[in-house]
Nanobody, 120 residues
Framework: QVQLVESGGGLVQAGGSLRLSCAASGRTFSSYAMGWFRQAPGKEREFVAAIYWSGGSTYYGDSVKGRFTISRDNAKNTVYLQMNSLKPEDTAVYYC?????????????WGQGTQVTVSS
């Protein structure tokens, strides 16, 4: 079983930055994919970014490309999401997810989420 704990959310003004962290425990992650999703009130869950532990290949949703960067620290079993040039439409609860493949992240293990609020 994988346990995921997100942190780093908060309130920021438009144009600002935040860095989210996701600490993973309970399994070895050498072959795991990790990712971030978000969900705003009244909207569907949206894929944000993903990364493989081993190869470092990264993937991004269209709405965050060029602004967000996903990275990992294998020694700490932690994945980060650096969010720059934040917009009010980035306001959402951000969830960390883990699975054996990027394609199955949405059905893998999930954290409790961390709120990000961007004020205009």
């Amino acid at each position: 079983q994988v346990q995921l704990v997100e942190s780093g959310g908060g309130l920021v003004q438009a144009g600002g930055s935040l860095r989210l962290s996701c600490a993973a425990s309970g399994r070895t992650f050498s072959s795991y994919a990790m990712g971030w999703f978000r969900q705003a009130p009244g909207k569907e869950r949206e894929f944000v970014a993903a990364i493989y532990w081993s190869g470092g290949s990264t993937y991004y949703g269209d709405s965050v490309k060029g602004r967000f960067t996903i990275s990992r620290d294998n020694a700490k079993n932690t994945v980060y999401l650096q969010m720059n040039s934040l917009k009010p439409e980035d306001t959402a609860v951000y969830y960390c997810a883990a699975s054996t493949r990027v394609a199955t992240l949405s059905t893998g293990s999930w954290g409790q989420g961390t709120q990000v609020t961007v004020s205009s």
